[in-house]
């Protein structure tokens, strides 16, 4: 086969695994001062790729991933907000795009 043709498969092969998941950005509010202590809970799950602490409307946002759309769901709904310290969450399933560079998203 010709070479780019192997790349292109590949790359084709990627970005369908990469589609496969279910992903999506939460945003969280907290109980004054347990912002830290929220995130340090969340990087503890399996499901949460990255979890931070923010200045702003919210206190606290996490990029979460499943297999599918049901566990990404359930992650959210039954681990991340009922974890200790977390108020209120707004979850935005993420559509379509493209991560670039070092993005943490």
Known sequence: MHPNLLLTESWAY???????????????????????EVVNQLKTMKSVK???????????VAFVEAEKMEDLKNAVSYDI??????RSTVTMMVAEGKKLGTSPF
């Open 50 to 60: 990255e979890a931070y602490t923010v200045y702003g409307v919210y206190d606290a």
């Open 14 to 36: 990627t970005r369908l695994e990469e589609k496969s998941l279910a992903k999506a950005l939460v945003l969280i509010n907290t109980e004054v001062g347990m912002e830290q």
């Open 81 to 86: 907000r009922k974890l200790n310290g977390v």
